[in-house]
């Protein structure tokens, strides 16, 4: 059993916990996922690392209350554990020699991209980010963020804080007068396949995250299989980062929806949503 | 006296009608009664042909002659004396091209069921053996050196059991959150009950063999790191990465690698989702791409799981085919059809980019090719579409690289096996062997156990040499 060490709620849908996993702690990378089953009926769902403190011991997660396990996992409070938590899975970030970077996050995705940029502050590169989310209720890490970039953008959709807009938007403005050695990009397909557009154009190389649909982490069931430069890939092996401007996302949008009908059902039967 | 019946007794076995649609198991085993007949259809040979044909080399005359005076756990305790999962060999081990080939009894008429006796004596085991009896064997003194070895499937399991046998500290890191590798994730229920697995590695756990779950190794530890906590490693990580056929259309939704497909139904359960979180997808008609004991699990699992017609696409004759005849048989009672000499050109979807059928060609059977096979040859012009929603394919798995990429000193095939000394099973780095399908590439559960035991005796030798 993995103990909840500390929860915090970053926003109505997402929220942070610190798994103790000392031996997983040790060897983390930003850039790599463990895999978490929180009891004897659960699924096994792929969760990017957010962070981790050696000393400490600790893994930490943050994630969506989207489906069945997530909703399930928000429930759990500091004290509980959860059943089986596997990692580190997959390739760490390749965030070396770089002088000016872009980090580009966008909803949950921002989660996933702050280590990144942390990690590429540490190396001593100049970060910009952007964050863009809904509305400004949905904000997260804006503190941590700022104390590790050159410069914060902070989009919503509907004006409500920051940048009235989408990342791109930001990416665009800032393009016409600057540029980057490269650009990361983490967060919805479809947000990461309209940053890659630009930055193939701009000639930038581009880095995106796939999470994708996956059981095991190890390279077994090929479910998280991804197009990527015309040839199939796997996630969680050879992944989770890609050349963004190689990625099939389109492919990648309608497989991430294989199970959509299952993962409502399921949500229904164990209470977490109504209907 | 010599039972000279010349076949074998039945195997009592669930209606084919009834057992299509119910995950238990499939054939029934034998009562008392039905063992000692058929254990007196045994010769009782001095010079024990069918011995040869073990891997694990159980004493097998004299187990049968156990079971023919009745005396059934003396019969399990010769057949546990040399193999660490005798439940799960008496009911997957392809027993006709081994053991069973070798019996002398097989030249007029059948051999003994030596497979079917095997599995009688570990299931009466099973049944009768109260816990304080098995208490007694452990406690055992340690040997002061320890072995690490890597994945709980046939072949570490029985390196592990063979090793805590001779007396050395053992643990098993398993990267699944279950132990048992192919016997828990790939093998469906209805041909080996999770709970016959699940006791037999609680024995081997009694002997003092720990299991740590959730350990990836190649990330969360290395194989040097390994080699620092413990005196040697034993590496059965298996044949873990599907294969796909690289043709239009593979990564639609409702294609499956045999993988995901059986994993997604016996270590997760999918088939009592929504009891169970996961879930799988099952068309109204089911396409299994291959023909070898694998392609018969997935389709007979998809039958079960309620697709209505469910095909066996193979592109080589039905005498090609590589799974066990006892397989296809019990696929075909069970209604599954077989397609042969048809190969799958492309799947088609529709703009939901869910399957909606497969393009096949047919084939015609030319000259033999290196496998000693007749290579099937596409016949011009027979393209044709099949209906279909799900599209599972069964064409076998290559080494899991994991290991390999994080090893640099551990020699490998340029297909990703790992080399070793096929004597010793060691590879590349000292104190460092490896077996079954991760040296040998996909074959059979009893191959993997042989290497495992082979791997046991070698690191013996090399522990107590050190």
């Known amino acids: 059993m993995f103990k909840i060490v500390s ?6 849908s997402v929220h942070m916990m610190d798994i103790e996993a000392p031996m997983i702690a040790a060897k983390a990378k930003a850039g790599q996922f463990i895999i978490l089953r929180i009891d004897e009926v659960g699924e096994r769902i792929p969760l990017t690392i957010a962070g981790y403190d050696r000393e400490k011991g600790i893994i930490k997660i943050i994630f969506q209350l989207v489906g069945k396990t997530t909703m399930h996992l928000g429930t759990l409070e500091a004290g509980d554990a959860i059943k089986d938590f ?17 980090v580009i996050g966008g909803g949950l995705g921002v989660a996933i991209a702050y280590p990144q940029a942390k990690e590429l502050h540490k190396l001593g590169a100049e970060v910009d980010i952007i964050a863009g989310f809904r509305n400004k209720d949905l904000i997260i890490l804006e503190d941590e963020m700022e104390q590790i970039s050159e410069n914060l953008y902070i989009t919503t959709d509907d004006g409500s804080n920051g940048v009235k807009g989408f990342v791109t938007d930001i990416l665009k403005k800032n393009l016409e007068n600057t540029t980057y050695d490269v650009v990361i990009a983490i967060g919805p397909l479809i947000m990461m396949k309209f940053v890659a557009q630009i930055t193939k154009a701009a000639g930038i190389k581009t880095i995106v995250s796939m999470n994708s649909v996956m059981v095991d982490g190890t390279g077994m069931c090929g479910g998280c299989r991804v197009t990527v430069g015309g040839e ?10 890609f050349d963004g401007h190689l990625v099939d996302f389109d492919e990648a949008m309608v497989r991430s929806l294989q ?14 949503l109504n209907g | 006296m010599v039972d000279m019946r010349k076949d074998k007794y039945p195997m009592p076995e669930q209606d084919p009608e009834v057992r299509n649609k119910n995950y238990q198991e499939v054939a029934l085993g034998y009562t008392e009664e039905l063992a000692v007949l058929e254990a007196k259809r045994c010769l009782n040979c001095k010079h024990k042909p069918c011995m040869k044909g073990c891997p694990v080399k159980v004493d097998i005359p004299g187990f049968i002659m156990k079971i023919k005076d009745g005396k059934f756990e003396e019969a399990y305790q010769i057949i546990a004396g040399t193999n660490s999962l005798p439940a799960v060999c008496g009911r997957v081990c392809p027993q006709e091209t081994q053991c069973e080939e070798l019996c002398v009894r097989a030249i007029k008429g059948e051999s003994v069921g030596i497979g079917r006796l095997e599995r009688f004596a570990a299931d009466w085991h099973m ?12 406690g055992q ?14 072949a570490g399991l029985t390196c592990a059991g063979d090793m805590a046998r001779k007396g050395y500290d053992v643990t098993v890191y398993e990267a699944f959150h279950e132990p048992g590798g192919v016997l828990t994730y790939g093998i469906p229920e209805f041909r080996l009950p999770k709970d016959i697995v699940k006791k037999e590695i609680a024995i081997l756990e009694k002997f003092g063999v720990e299991i740590m779950l959730n350990m990836v190794i190649g990330k969360i530890l290395t194989i040097k790191e390994l080699l620092n906590k413990h005196d040697a490693v034993f590496i059965g990580t298996g044949a873990g990465l599907p294969r796909f056929m690289k043709i239009p259309g593979e990564n639609l939704n409702g294609v499956y690698s045999a993988n995901e497909f059986l994993t997604r139904i016996n270590l997760m359960k999918a088939y009592k989702f929504p009891e169970y979180d996961t879930p799988v997808k099952i068309g109204r008609n089911v396409a299994v791409i291959g023909g070898g004991n694998v392609a018969m699990d997935a389709a007979r699992s998809a039958k079960r799981l309620g ?39 492309s799947i088609r979807g529709n703009d939901r980019g869910s399957v909606t059928g497969i393009e096949c060609i047919s084939m015609e059977l030319g000259a033999p090719d290196d496998s000693g096979r007749r290579r099937p040859v596409e016949i011009k012009g027979s393209e044709h579409m099949m209906d279909m929603e799900t599209v599972i394919v069964a064409i076998g798995q290559t080494p899991n690289p994991l290991i390999k990429s994080t090893t640099e000193e551990l020699k490998t095939a340029s297909w990703g096996g790992i080399i070793v000394n096929e004597e010793t099973m060691e590879t590349s780095i000292p104190g460092v062997y490896a077996g079954g399908d991760i040296v040998t590439g996909a074959a059979t559960v009893i191959l993997a156990m042989g290497a495992g035991k082979t791997a046991a005796d070698a690191m013996d030798e090399y522990l107590k040499s050190k």
């Not at chain 2, 002061?144 to 046939?154: Q, T």
């Open chain 2, 141 to 154: 003194i340690k040997a002061a050196k320890s072995i690490a070895v890597v994945g709980a499937g046939p």
């Open chain 1, 86 to 102: 596997v990692g580190p899975l997959g390739r760490a970030s390749e965030l070396e020699g770089y002088k000016k970077a872009c």
């Open chain 2, 307 to 345: 697709a209505e017609n469910v095909y066996i696409i193979y592109r080589r004759g039905e005498e090609e085919l590589p799974a066990r005849l006892e397989e296809i048989q019990h696929a075909k009672e069970e209604g599954i059809i077989f397609r042969l000499l048809n190969n799958p050109v």
């Open chain 1, 232 to 241: 199939t890939k796997f996630a969680c092996v050879d992944g989770p980062d």
């Open chain 1, 259 to 272: 199970y959509k009908e299952e993962e409502e059902h399921s949500c229904k039967l164990g209470g977490y």
């Open chain 2, 127 to 138: 049944e009768h053996t109260v816990e304080q009896e098995e208490d007694a064997l452990t």
């Open chain 1, 7 to 12: 929860k915090r709620v970053l926003n109505e």
